[in-house]
Every structure is written in structure tokens, then in C-alpha cells.
């Protein structure tokens, strides 16, 4: 089956631009999470969603950032006046249920370059 | 402060050796996962641990759980080159926040 998926796969912008980053989660999937991930380096953790519901944001660097689930599909990451300390990959990930043990499936990710 | 460190941070190894990597932390962890990643790809599931002294093995690899669930360790015998990867330990500490922490990594290369 389909795996998770993000778009785009690269993304180039200015300094100063609004960017948005998609996340289609594996189908049924209850919880999404979203994370940055420096070269070489472990996911950082930005925030996450059970359903529609956000119940964690703690790690969104700044209010910059922001995230939605609207009808607990698809997720929007979206980066406000963007700079250059915003680059890097974004990585979402989802879990069938709401359990912190149970598996993550990560997407193949986001490359965001700020020029 | 970083809630789990790994050890080492690089390892590379010839094929055969046998290996250990480490996960650290002064928190307790309601359950620990362990992840591998390859290079341009996302990290994938290798095992999870819950119980405390708990050891798990998946062929040549083991895991085990600390005692206090503080710490765990993974540990490969016979390495081979397609062992070579990114491993993430990631704790969840419990309660109804369900999200992971993940420790910076331990990037393996094993040479042939």
C-alpha cells in the first residue's frame, strides 16, 4: 500500500517568502507528526496530531511556524517569512493509533533551501 | 540539554565485527524504539521495548532495555556492509503525550 507521502520533494524560495509543506498520511493513520532533520542527526520534533486535533506544538522554533490537519488526513506545515536558519528537511510521519509506542512510518521528507 | 545521547557518534567497522551502540538518558522512558535510516531516506522501525531488562533480538541484532528504563543498547555481531546506517534510539516518556524524542544518532559504516 501507499506508504507516506510529502510534497514538495525540493523546495527552493527566498528569504522572506511563505512556503508550504504537505503531508499525506498513510490511510487510517490517527496520529501525524512533524520533524526537522539536520544532515546526519536524529528527527527534531515540531509538533504533532491526533485526528484534527494538535496536541503538541512545543517544538515549532517560533511563531513562524504552523501546522494544520483540518479533516485528520493531510497535514500543512507552513513556514511564515522564511530565513536562511530555516533550511533543512522537513520529515512527517504518522501511527495508526495514539499509542507512543506504537511504530512511526516516516515520509521521504522536504528539503527546504531559504536563499 | 539533550534528553538522549547515543555512543558512539561515528563507528566504522570492518565486515565481520561484531558492535555496540548506546542510548542514554537521566529520564525514565515508558517505551524506547529503535530506527535505522539509510541515506535519503526516512528512519524505519527496528524494534520497540517497554519492560525494563527487556532483551529483544531480530537476527543478528539485539536490543535490550535498562533495568530502570533509563538506557538501552544495541548490539550487532557479524556486521555486514548492509548494516551500514543511521541508528536512532527514540523514547517516549509516557502519559497521554504520545510524541518521540529521538537522539542525535550513531552513524555506522561498515567497510568490506
Known amino acids: 500500500g501507499a506508504g507516506v507521502s510529502q510534497s514538495p520533494r525540493y523546495k527552493v524560495t527566498k528569504r522572506g517568502q511563505d512556503v508550504a509543506l504537505r503531508c499525506d498520511p498513510i490511510?487510517?493513520?490517527?496520529?501525524l507528526y512533524w520533524y526537522r532533520q539536520a544532515l546526519g542527526q536524529g528527527p527534531e520534533f515540531l509538533t504533532y496530531?491526533?485526528?484534527?486535533?494538535?496536541?503538541?506544538k512545543s517544538g515549532l522554533p517560533n511563531d513562524r511556524f504552523s501546522a494544520e490537519r483540518p479533516e485528520g488526513s493531510i497535514s500543512t506545515l507552513t513556514i511564515q517569512r522564511t530565513e536562511q536558519r530555516d533550511s533543512a528537511m522537513y520529515r512527517c510521519?504518522?501511527?495508526?493509533?495514539?499509542?507512543?509506542?506504537?511504530?512511526?512510518?516516516f515520509g521521504p521528507g522536504t528539503r527546504l533551501t531559504v536563499t | 540539554t539533550q534528553l538522549l545521547e547515543q555512543s558512539p557518534q561515528f563507528l566504522s567497522i570492518q565486515e565481520g565485527e561484531n558492535l555496540t551502540v548506546y542510548c542514554n538518558s537521566s529520564?525514565?522512558?515508558?517505551?524506547l524504539q529503535w530506527y535505522r535510516q539509510e541515506p535519503g531516506e526516512g528512519p524505519v522501525l527496528l524494534v520497540t521495548?517497554?519492560?525494563?531488562?527487556e532483551v529483544k533480538k531480530l537476527k543478528r541484532l539485539t536490543f535490550q532495555f535498562g533495568d530502570a528504563r533509563k538506557d538501552s543498547s544495541l548490539h550487532i555481531t557479524a556486521a555486514q556492509t548492509g548494516d551500514t546506517g543511521l541508528y536512532l534510539c527514540?523514547?517516549?516518556?509516557?502519559?497521554?503525550?504520545?510524541?518521540?524524542?529521538f537522539g542525535k544518532g550513531t552513524l555506522l559504516t561498515v567497510n568490506p
Open positions: 521495548v517497554v519492560t525494563g531488562g
Open positions: 510521519a504518522s501511527s495508526l493509533s495514539t499509542s507512543g509506542s506504537n511504530e512511526q512510518y
Open positions: 527514540a523514547g517516549h516518556r509516557g502519559g497521554s503525550n504520545y510524541k518521540l524524542t
Open positions: 496530531f491526533n485526528y484534527e486535533a494538535q496536541q503538541d
Open positions: 529520564s525514565v522512558f515508558s517505551s
Open positions: 490511510s487510517g493513520h490517527v496520529s
